[in-house]
């Protein structure tokens, strides 16, 4: 498990924007599990965070100075910041958002990284048709609660898993999922009998564990899990990481299990804002973020992921302008 | 493990074919590593063989009798006769075969269902692509050695897993697989990444354990996992299955882990057979059968597949005609 200890927290000069690049001032920090995958050593999508570097996180700030004629100070941009006050960042590597259209934080939320995250997985690699039963695990979570919505619209009957009352009482009350499993009250294998009668037809694991397990004794023919992440493991060793012992539903089931990244269809991110921003704007989709103040508390705050405590897209408030 | 003890020999008089059935003098059984899971409690793509009912098994036999327009004594067929010496089966469920064009072993063998689950496996399940290599576990196994030739033909590369020196002989020098790994003396790990410095596109997997969780970990980017079974596995109580650990490098990957079973594909298995019995004729697969002899060795000789003994397809030789 990661800890205070493991980060230390330094005071330096900014650095001074070379052609092409922008100095910005971090507004706000995206905290995601993601992450805690970018702090393990070995080969991986993206390289290893090394010891010493500044943490890697996607960021949303203002352009104070910009070497690049793409951007002017006073722009508000996305882009991977890291835990800083001011980051150094090349200007191809920013996107710019309008802060008449949404509030800040929703562009590190459902018009960022994390929703375009549910889209793609829930519907490339989910495949959902309308009819079908979709079953989320995090569903309370950032990306969960997005994905829930997305089947919903897609037509499908959505099953969210997540912690206690008040997370499952927000997934039906207020995102309109059919059912919601709290895992922390209820046998959760009892629970998916009971709201899916005919199985489940697409899994979105965002946890991994005894709750991948779970499903995968429950899924229908043909049926497609979805591996978006596994925050029940991410603080494990390798050697100690549980792998899901009813894989073999797949083979019974003619079911497949598929990974991917957010990156892969980077060049369709523009179809995706697009159709997010719309289902936002008509009230299809609703978010909630978990917002936390101050970069000296990013790492209790970050830890909340892992402890199931963050209720909706957590965030850190750097700074206000 | 299954013994003995947990079969029951026993001579009754041979029932009467009724309206559209025959009698079938059982000359050949195929023993299957599917057979072990059909002895399982519990929903699976197949009813389970119950306490007291004949063992399930594909045979090969000679019709005594016909109450069919379609079969007449003397035809040879293959289907479900279970693990007895007649059976009354339906004709409809029976496929006549051709002893002029190729040994009757041959059509337990790559002409039944095991080529067919090698045919569709590889290439519906892994889409494998030219120039990619294919992994294939149970190598010199019947599934297993069809799978490494397929890929050949298709321009692949071909790596196969198998237990001791003479089989991973056989592999490279008889069947023309690219390389071979002896798990027994070899370290599974090291030789893969010898022999697949770019990673392993396709794994077709009819092991699972721990050689998965090793290919797992060096799985290429957008790495297809056709899971074919997992024959280490099909003793152990389902609490006790080993999940592999390492099934996040389907999301490092992007790549996906897909079960299969071979009946999906019933509609086409007309063009596989064609194909591959003429791949067959032109000696681009090459087989071989480990054929015991006498019905009353059934129990020992389906322990074999689990102790890794058989070295081709294992079959039973029941009666000579």
Redesign the interface.
Known sequence: MVQRTDFEFSTVPASEPGPGEVLVRVLYLSLDPAMRGWMNEG???IAPVALGEVMRALGLGRVVVSKDPSLKPGDLVTGLTGVQDYAVVSAKNLNQVDPGLAPLPRYLNVLGFTGLTAYFGLLEVGQPQPGETVVVSGAAGATGSVVGQIAKIQGCRAVGIAGGAAKCDYLVGELGFDAAIDYKSEDVRTALSRHCPNGVNVFFDNV?GEIL?TVLAQLARKARVV????IS?YNHH????????????????????????VF?YAQRYGEAIQALAGWLAEGRIKTREDIAEGLENFPETFLKLFHGENFGKLLIKVAEK
């Open positions: 080969r991986s999508y991994g397990d591996l978006c992440g596994a493991q390798p050697t100690d990481v549980r792998g899901p012992k009813n894989y073999l539903s797949l083979v019974i089931n003619s079911a497949r299990m598929e990974g991917f990244i892969n």
